[in-house]
């Protein structure tokens, strides 16, 4: 079993910034793509931003410019800086990792328990 353990959320005032870090661990062989999605109340998950284990990486277009996602494949932990938050960013973050296990039986989605960010104007 993997577990994926969020943290850094909070309420902050648009215009502001928050880190957030997602750090796996269990029987882990190899981590290929870990991400980030959020979901805000009333809405369906929506992608915020993933980085694959070379370090490629993809956003979503309403935070491309503004977020900031990086990997430390050491300590399997995967971090999203967000600045210039908006009042629209505020959602559950969810952190997602495609996780090839220690078995080798195949490759896991494996999801967080999600993160509150808040936004304020």
């Known amino acids: 079993q993997v577990q994926l353990v969020e943290s850094g959320g909070g309420l902050v005032q648009a215009g502001g910034s928050l880190r957030l870090s997602c750090a796996a661990s269990?029987?882990?062989?190899?981590?290929?793509?870990m991400g980030w999605y959020h979901q805000a109340p009333g809405k369906q998950l929506a992608l915020v931003a993933t980085?694959?284990?070379?370090?490629?990486?993809n956003y979503g277009d309403s935070v491309k410019g503004r977020f900031t996602i990086s990997r430390d494949n050491a300590k399997n932990t995967v971090y999203l800086q967000m600045n210039s938050l908006k009042p629209e960013d505020t959602a559950v973050y969810y952190c997602?990792?495609?996780?090839?296990?220690?078995?080798?039986?195949?490759?896991?989605?494996?999801w967080g328990q999600g993160t509150q960010v808040t936004v304020s104007s």
């Open positions: 997602n990792a495609e996780v090839l296990g220690s078995s080798l039986s195949g490759v896991v989605n494996y």
């Open positions: 269990g029987s882990i062989f190899r981590i290929n793509a």
């Open positions: 980085i694959r284990s070379g370090g490629t990486t």
